[in-house]
């Protein structure tokens, strides 16, 4: 089972960039997938979620209408579309797979324990 994020890199603060996370071992609808991210020196915190065979999302309300969270099952991957970025963006973005067939999308399954962890993808956003 792997979960590999891509995309990040160096990005001018109001810039975009897309992050994805390439699904391999599991079946892909069964899950949901939840995008997190940590600073340095902060906690981790969850960003938002999607229910893999319904594509239902949830967002925190601090992403809300500038991250948006997609998959294309036929390419068993996820994306993290974030605009407007911040300065304060600036952390490791990690997605994570719960399995649950029967999830709802919304703010509980940022507190389940996740299944299966990517590696996380770096992105900065310079002022």
């Known amino acids: 089972v792997q979960l590999v994020e891509s995309g990040g890199g160096l990005v001018q603060a109001g810039g975009s960039l897309r992050l994805s996370c390439l699904v391999s071992g599991f079946t892909f609808d069964n899950y949901a997938i939840a995008w997190f991210r940590q600073a340095p020196g902060k906690e981790r915190e969850g960003l938002g979620c999607i229910t893999v065979n319904d594509g239902n999302t949830y967002y925190e309300d601090f992403v809300k209408g500038r991250f948006t969270i997609s998959t294309d099952n036929a390419k068993n991957s996820v994306y993290l579309q974030m605009n407007s970025l911040r300065p304060e963006d600036t952390a490791t973005y990690y997605c994570?797979?719960?399995?649950?067939?029967?999830?709802?999308?919304?703010?509980?399954?940022?507190?389940?324990?996740?299944?299966?962890w990517g590696v996380g993808t770096l992105v900065t956003v310079s002022a």
């Open positions: 994570a797979a719960h399995e649950d067939w029967g999830a709802v999308a919304g703010p509980e399954i940022l507190t389940y324990e996740m299944d299966y």
